[in-house]
């Protein structure tokens, strides 16, 4: 079998993600595997049988796991302005000078098998990186209006409820999700007219999300085989297993 150079380079600990952004990463793993289970479960609402207050109690669940998934995704974006080097804009997003040749010479590099040892994110990587981010940020704002649609949930319910009641008090205060009681018709139609492309866009990134991260698990498995980086157990321990600095060999 060919040896690749990270098989005869010898190995140090590097310290590279740090606390937030690992937590950041397996609390996103969790709200994307609890948001996926009740999405699919959503899309097969007929042939499972659920019921109308089981369809709400899955809604409900949804949407306070988006809450979490959301939340957890803002906090990463105001880290990436406060937190260490490798979580920084600067570090994962592939807009600056020369990327396209850096892009070229990992790729050509990775298939010879000797590529340069990145502390962070490779140039695919921050391919992935930007393009699981804007999936993830797109689908957040395409859920939270869908919550308000569906449930009156914030950020958006209030003003949805104002919608499809006409903004009268009595109708307000009365008014209950996934029931057409106390809704002027018309206004009703209205909110469910300006749902329909949302939830529409919504499924459809459902689906390139969900392609988009097991492309991501390949690409990290893949790399984990060929570069011995310890990519996974990094994003556990924050340390990845690359090349000696000089330091290092000098101590």
Known sequence: ??????????????PVWDRTTRWFHWINVLAILVL???????????E???????????????????????????WRLVWAFIGNAHARWKSFLPFRKGFVSELGAFVSGFRAGKVKAET???PLGRLMV??????????????????GTDLYKPPFGGQIAEWVTGGDPARLAQLQPGSK???VPEKYDEM???????????????????????????GV???????????????????KSLPPKKSDGDS
């Open 1 to 14: 079998m060919q040896q690749t150079t990270a098989d005869l380079t010898p190995r140090v600990l590097h």
């Open 36 to 46: 996926a289970a009740i999405g699919t479960a959503f899309l097969y609402e007929d």
């Open 48 to 74: 499972l049988g659920l019921s109308h207050s089981g369809v709400m109690l899955l809604k409900t669940v949804h949407v306070y796991a988006g809450y979490v998934f959301a939340i957890n995704l803002l």
């Open 120 to 122: 962070g994110h490779d």
């Open 130 to 147: 930007t393009l699981l981010l804007v999936l993830m940020l797109a689908q957040a704002a395409t859920g939270l209006i869908l919550a």
């Open 181 to 183: 009681d106390f809704v």
């Open 192 to 218: 469910r007219a300006f749902r329909k492309p949302v939830k529409e866009v919504h499924e459809v990134l459902f689906y390139v999300l969900l392609a988009s991260i097991v492309l991501h698990i390949v």
């Open 221 to 239: 498995v893949t790399a984990e085989v060929r570069l011995r980086q310890g990519l996974v157990s990094a994003m556990i321990t924050g340390k």
